[in-house]
């Protein structure tokens, strides 16, 4: 389905275009990081203005994202990019959109911390004629004019292909799985554990013995395991929702005096770099992707929808999956 490309930034530039006889060009140079005061300030000028409000810096996974919209929304490639880390607070993400909207930008785009709870201010947003564009994450809304577009990877099918995998190669024989899941009321860690279920759910051999939060962090990933193999002596494999918990859940294993791999299979969700190299050294048995590099794909978004074009209301990355062959084989390229 294509979305509406109402935009008063479009029309504003088009009226100025007719009435200069000018295309609109980047300009000027300064900060793209944050706080920046390029030459649109809040929706005028040259550069595209874009506020985005990040999730925080609780994971590889997120500083690759980072990386990639920063890399991507530059002043040279004609965006005035004000970004903010939201230390995986709600609130702190609410606050930051509230500026955007107070200091009107162009575009606001962000990856929601959790799913629920954001009608109000992406109403502040339609009010103020600001297009929102969600990466990564989802929002929980009956109304979908709250948004222009969703980019992101299928988190339900992520769960589904790691689930095969724990069930066809693990669950041979009786396994018990112990789940570290994301954020709680993430779009990822719900969507993650409900493929992952879906996928177990008609082999006997897999039980689920606990599931708890370790909120995407290492540390607490860490921490989560440690409680885990006090109450549990017979883990077979943990499902953690992304690399950096089972990086953290591999701490644990080893300093409990147990070989990751070999006494526990740990299989996770993401393909950074430091969860490749563990799959590659045998200490992962199982990776599937997420792609945290969607700035290329957002910028091109909000040039096509500056342009008055249109986009999909849904649009899915590609995922790929990993065992330690391909772990040693894509390791040399990988970017993040
Ligand atoms: O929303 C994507 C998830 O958020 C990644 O899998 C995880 O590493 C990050 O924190």
Known sequence: MASTTFHKRAITAGIAALVLGLSA????????????????????????????????????????????IKDALTQENGFDLKFSDAQQKQENQIQA????????????????????????VLEE????????ILTDRAVDTEDESLYVTFIGSDFVEEGRRIGAYVSETLGTEPIKVVELQGTTGSAPAIDRKT???DATKDNPNVEIIASQTGNFTRAEGKTVMEGFLQAYPDIDV??????????????????AGKVP???IKVVTIDGVKDGMQA????????????????????????KTLDEGGT???????????????AAIAALPDRQY
């Open 25 to 68: 060009c980047a300009g000027g140079d300064g900060d793209s990081t944050g706080d920046s005061t390029g030459d649109s300030g809040g929706g005028g000028g040259d550069l595209i203005s874009v506020g985005f409000a990040q999730v925080g810096a609780e994971s590889g996974w997120r500083t690759a994202n980072t990386t990639s």
């Open 97 to 120: 959109i509230r500026s955007y909207i107070a200091q009107g930008v162009d575009y606001i785009a962000f990856s929601p911390v959790v799913e629920s709870g954001w009608d109000a």
């Open 125 to 132: 947003a339609k009010t103020a004629n600001i297009p929102v």
């Open 195 to 197: 493929g992952f279920e």
């Open 238 to 255: 943990v499902y953690a929702h992304n690399d950096d918990m089972g990086l953290g859940a591999i701490e644990a294993i080893e300093a």
């Open 261 to 263: 791999g070999q006494d």
């Open 279 to 302: 799959l590659a050294d045998g200490k992962i048995t199982y990776i599937v992707e997420c792609n945290p590099l969607l700035g290329p794909d957002l910028a091109d978004i909000i």
């Open 311 to 325: 986009v999909e209301k849904r649009i899915v990355t590609k995922d790929e999956e990993f065992d330690q062959e």
